[in-house]
């Protein structure tokens, strides 16, 4: 049982690149969220998908879009990186909302230089 | 604005010694807490969490945490940490009303042999 996958692991972009981080679980859980990590910042939520077919911004969601593929899939995408964007991010996701456990990848780091 | 509030963000301790993390939080309604850990190297483990009943929770690894309504405090607590207790531990808070889970910033432990 992988639990929550991501990919890529690690990841380096030039400023203006696009990219698509990708998200799969195979829990069967209902919803899914990404957010980012940074030092002395915590975690903040970008998007999180309630359920198949919607999704709806967290804290932090400028320059960012996502793509709720079906059930399992969740990819989070630059369109066009900036340096501000260099972080750890996180996929996670629950049977409920946050209600319930959240489990978690093991996350992508990303430099944008 | 809803936020959570972790008050020491790096905290050094010996073995044995013990160990209380605090945790506040703004918000209006009602609220499901959680308490997360991450191992170096690690993703995000759930520690414990308190949804209604005994204020008082325990989780893994001995830890508990204490809910306090008036105070609007979640602590983290254990009699006797250890080396393996080395980690950052967040402070998240659900408002019920929503899928969104908020997280502090953080606190890092280190405990010295």
């Known amino acids: 049982n992988a639990g929550v996958t991501q990919t890529p692991k690690f990841q380096v972009l030039k400023t203006g690149q696009s990219m698509t981080l990708q998200c799969a679980q195979d829990?069967?859980?209902?919803?899914m969220y990404w957010y980012r990590q940074d030092p002395g910042m915590g975690l903040r939520l970008i998007y999180y998908s309630a359920s198949e077919g919607t999704t709806d911004k967290g804290e932090v969601p400028n320059g960012y879009n996502v793509s709720r593929l079906n059930k399992r899939e969740f990819s989070l995408r630059l369109e066009s990186a900036a340096p501000s964007q260099t972080s750890v991010y996180f996929c996670a996701s629950s049977e409920g909302g946050a209600l319930e456990k959240l489990f978690f990848g093991s996350g992508t780091q990303l430099s944008v230089l | 604005a809803q936020s959570v509030s972790q008050h020491n963000h790096h905290v050094i301790l010996s073995e044995a010694a013990s160990l209380e993390l605090g945790c506040n939080y703004s918000y209006g309604g009602t609220v499901n807490l959680f308490w997360y850990v991450q191992y170096p190297g690690q993703h995000l483990q759930l520690l414990l969490k308190y949804f209604s009943g005994d204020p008082l929770v325990k989780g893994i690894k001995g830890f508990e945490a204490e809910f306090i309504k008036s105070k609007f405090s979640f602590n983290l607590r254990k009699p006797s940490v250890q080396w393996s207790d080395t980690a950052e531990y967040f402070c998240?808070?659900?408002?019920?009303?929503?899928?969104?889970?908020?997280f502090g910033k953080g606190t890092s432990l280190l405990v010295t042999p």
């Open positions: 998240a808070v659900n408002a019920r009303s929503g899928y969104a889970l908020n």
């Open positions: 829990m069967n859980h209902n919803s």
